[in-house]
């Protein structure tokens, strides 16, 4: 207890109690019967341009990437800033692609993405595929959340679980308690409310992190020339078989495949869908595409934190310490409780949002279709708060009882797994060519060669060269994808469509208004 730094946890204890305090106030916003699974999962579908706006740049940009991104940057250099392109690349996708689906899901009572597979293709086994290979990629993720808590904990002097197993983790249960409670009490509007906190914190952090540090530093001459000297050395060393301020050649197929493949798979996600879904109108979701960039140059700024930690002398064993680290050494206390607030609370909006879309998409497509038929509206919320509780749980055990490489692993993987159901709802939303058993097959076949693909002899990896035929590396999940989709197109070309669809062309468009 001696370490702790009493003037950071104080500031870092404040901003905590105030978004608890918006968290449980949040059911009262914007009020209805959150005894219905729409109204409580997907805040009734009332949140306008604004409210979404501030909902998915907290549910996308994450504790984990505010801490991942400069520590990838850290460790090789240029290559981590590949999840700045992918996020440009999402835009118009969600610009094009999510209006249709809102209005389709809109139309019809559809609360997941599953829901929208099942009524399109009439195959509730597709359907379970597309749920349960979303809630397996989900919980790595919210375990991850909960790694970047713990270590700007740390950073206020706490003991690690390796130091202090039960003490270590006594913050960070007793903040997850915290998010249960008011999440199952609030749904949805607790995340959408605390976002505005989280982001306006994130912002300010961020703009004093681009003009301080340099400043202190010498300028941003100073420091890429610092951190092309640190990438060279280890280069040398041979530490790293590639590192630079720029592209190495063998990084540059990998990083664009990388980039294309991730936004592919972002928004078909349960969280991603859930905070889209949850919008006011087909409207609402593309001005919030026109207007998600700016969390991109913000996602930029902060990936040079990295490059900033190798001029300051940052030296730490493990990556993931480099953002706090940083901080510790160029902020005063004060402010470090704000920025470590801002981190952690950037952990509970993505989390919550997680856990909800996790639980609505087990209780519409796993237990309702296959275990209780004919549950009730108040039966169906009730089972989906139930969940969210036990998926927080389950990432707090994985936490608590696997090694952060374990979650890593299966999040690595999440992303190969999650582009396979690209198919089944992005075609879905144009097209009816390919029947639900063809898509089914489709994603069995690029669901075991991504994971395939992306086993190393002694970790998970994300690129191959495609067991040894291409002359470069690529993304795992580009490439199974492109699988999935030509054993869907020949399955589709025997496998007639003969089930009945629930949709009609008129249902993806927006509705005429009235003159």
Do not use: C
């Given at each position: 207890?001696?370490?702790?730094?009493?003037?950071?946890?104080?500031?870092?204890?404040?901003?905590?109690?105030?978004?608890?305090?918006?968290?449980?106030?949040?059911?009262?916003?914007?009020?209805?019967?959150?005894?219905?699974?729409?109204?409580?999962?997907?805040?009734?579908r009332?949140?306008?341009?604004?409210?979404?706006?501030?909902?998915?740049?907290?549910?996308?940009?994450?504790?984990?990437?505010v801490?991942?991104?400069?520590?990838?940057?850290?460790?090789?250099?240029a290559?981590?800033?590949?999840?700045?392109?992918?996020?440009?690349?999402?835009?118009?996708?969600?610009?094009?692609?999510?209006?249709?689906?809102?209005?389709?899901?809109?139309?019809?009572?559809?609360?997941?993405g599953s829901?929208?597979?099942?009524?399109?293709?009439?195959?509730?086994?597709?359907?379970?595929?597309?749920?349960?290979?979303?809630?397996?990629?989900t919980?790595?993720?919210i375990?991850?959340?909960?790694v970047?808590?713990?270590?700007?904990?740390?950073a206020?002097g706490?003991?690690?679980?390796?130091?202090?197993?039960?003490?270590?983790?006594?913050?960070?249960?007793?903040?997850?308690?915290?998010?249960?409670?008011?999440?199952?009490?609030s749904?949805?509007?607790?995340?959408?409310?605390?976002?505005?906190?989280?982001?306006?914190m994130?912002?300010?952090?961020?703009?004093?992190?681009?003009?301080?540090?340099?400043?202190?530093?010498?300028?941003?001459?100073?420091?890429?020339?610092a951190?092309?000297?640190v990438?060279?050395?280890?280069?040398?060393?041979?530490?790293?078989?590639?590192?630079?301020?720029?592209?190495?050649?063998?990084?540059?197929?990998?990083?664009?495949?990388?980039?294309?493949?991730?936004?592919?798979?972002?928004?078909?996600?349960?969280?991603?869908?859930?905070?889209?879904?949850?919008?006011?109108?087909?409207?609402?979701?593309?001005?919030?595409?026109?207007?998600?960039?700016?969390?991109?140059?913000?996602?930029?700024?902060i990936?040079?934190?990295?490059l900033?930690?190798?001029?300051?002398?940052?030296?730490?064993?493990?990556?993931?310490?480099?953002?706090?680290?940083?901080?510790?050494?160029?902020?005063?206390?004060?402010?470090?409780?704000?920025?470590?607030?801002?981190?952690?609370?950037?952990?509970?909006v993505?989390?919550?949002?997680?856990?909800?879309?996790?639980?609505?998409?087990?209780?519409?497509?796993?237990?309702?279709?296959?275990?209780?038929?004919h549950?009730?509206?108040?039966?169906?919320?009730?089972?989906?708060?139930?969940?969210?509780?036990?998926?927080?749980?389950?990432?707090?055990?994985?936490?608590?009882?696997?090694?952060?490489?374990?979650?890593?692993?299966?999040?690595?993987?999440g992303?190969?797994w999650?582009?396979?159901?690209?198919?089944?709802?992005?075609?879905?939303?144009y097209?009816?060519?390919?029947?639900?058993?063809?898509?089914?097959?489709?994603?069995?076949?690029?669901?075991?060669?991504?994971?395939?693909?992306?086993?190393?002899?002694?970790?998970?990896?994300?690129?191959?060269n495609?067991?040894?035929?291409?002359?470069?590396?690529?993304?795992?999940?580009?490439?199974?994808?492109?699988?999935?989709?030509?054993?869907?197109?020949?399955?589709?070309?025997?496998?007639?469509?003969?089930?009945?669809?629930?949709?009609?062309?008129?249902?993806?468009?927006?509705?005429?208004?009235?003159?």
């Open positions: 207890m001696d370490k702790i730094n009493w003037v950071a946890t104080s500031v870092f204890v404040f901003f905590f109690v105030l978004v608890t305090i918006i968290g449980f106030m949040a059911s009262r916003w914007k009020s209805a019967d959150l005894d219905h699974i729409h109204e409580w999962g997907l805040g009734g009332r949140f306008g341009a604004w409210i979404t706006w501030f909902l998915l740049g907290g549910d996308l940009y994450t504790a984990y990437t801490i991942a991104v400069p520590a990838l940057v850290y460790a090789i250099g290559y981590g800033f590949f999840a700045v392109p992918y996020t440009i690349i999402v835009y118009p996708f969600i610009f094009l692609t999510m209006p249709r689906l809102w209005n389709v899901t809109h139309k019809h009572g559809y609360i997941t829901d929208f597979v099942e009524g399109r293709y009439g195959n509730k086994y597709l359907a379970l595929a597309v749920a349960s290979t979303g809630i397996l990629a919980m790595p993720y375990a991850l959340q909960l970047g808590m713990e270590k700007v904990i740390q206020l706490f003991p690690s679980s390796d130091e202090a197993p039960w003490l270590g983790h006594l913050p960070l249960t007793i903040a997850f308690v915290i998010l249960a409670l008011y999440t199952y009490k749904g949805l509007r607790a995340p959408a409310m605390i976002a505005f906190v989280k982001d306006i994130i912002y300010v952090f961020v703009i004093a992190a681009i003009i301080v540090i340099p400043y202190k530093l010498g300028g941003y001459g100073v420091i890429f020339d951190a092309s000297k990438y060279d050395a280890k280069v040398a060393a041979k530490a790293v078989p590639a590192a630079g301020i720029l592209l190495q050649p063998g990084q540059i197929s990998p990083y664009i495949t990388l980039a294309i493949g991730s936004g592919m798979a972002l928004f078909m996600y349960p969280h991603s869908l859930t905070g889209t879904l949850s919008a006011s109108s087909a409207d609402a979701i593309r001005r919030n595409a026109i207007g998600l960039p700016a969390y991109s140059l913000v996602l930029g700024l990936a040079l934190l990295g900033m930690a190798h001029a300051a002398g940052i030296q730490v064993k493990n990556p993931q310490d480099v953002v706090p680290q940083l901080f510790l050494k160029m902020f005063p206390d004060w402010f470090n409780g704000f920025v470590f607030a801002a981190i952690a609370i950037g952990a509970l993505p989390a919550a949002v997680m856990s909800i879309g996790a639980a609505n998409t087990f209780t519409r497509n796993i237990w309702k279709p296959f275990i209780n038929q549950m009730s509206a108040q039966q169906e919320s009730n089972m989906a708060k139930l969940l969210s509780l036990i998926v927080k749980v389950g990432a707090l055990l994985v936490i608590f009882f696997m090694p952060t490489k374990f979650a890593l692993d299966l999040q690595l993987l992303g190969v999650m582009i396979q159901i690209f198919p089944a709802i992005i075609f879905g939303l097209t009816r060519f390919y029947s639900g058993w063809a898509l089914l097959g489709g994603w069995a076949a690029g669901f075991l060669v991504g994971t395939a693909l992306s086993w190393g002899p002694t970790a998970w990896l994300p690129v191959s495609f067991f040894g035929l291409l002359p470069f590396n690529a993304y795992n999940g580009l490439m199974s994808v492109t699988i999935n989709i030509l054993v869907a197109t020949v399955l589709a070309l025997v496998l007639p469509n003969t089930a009945q669809d629930e949709t009609r062309a008129a249902d993806f468009e927006d509705a005429v208004k009235a003159a």
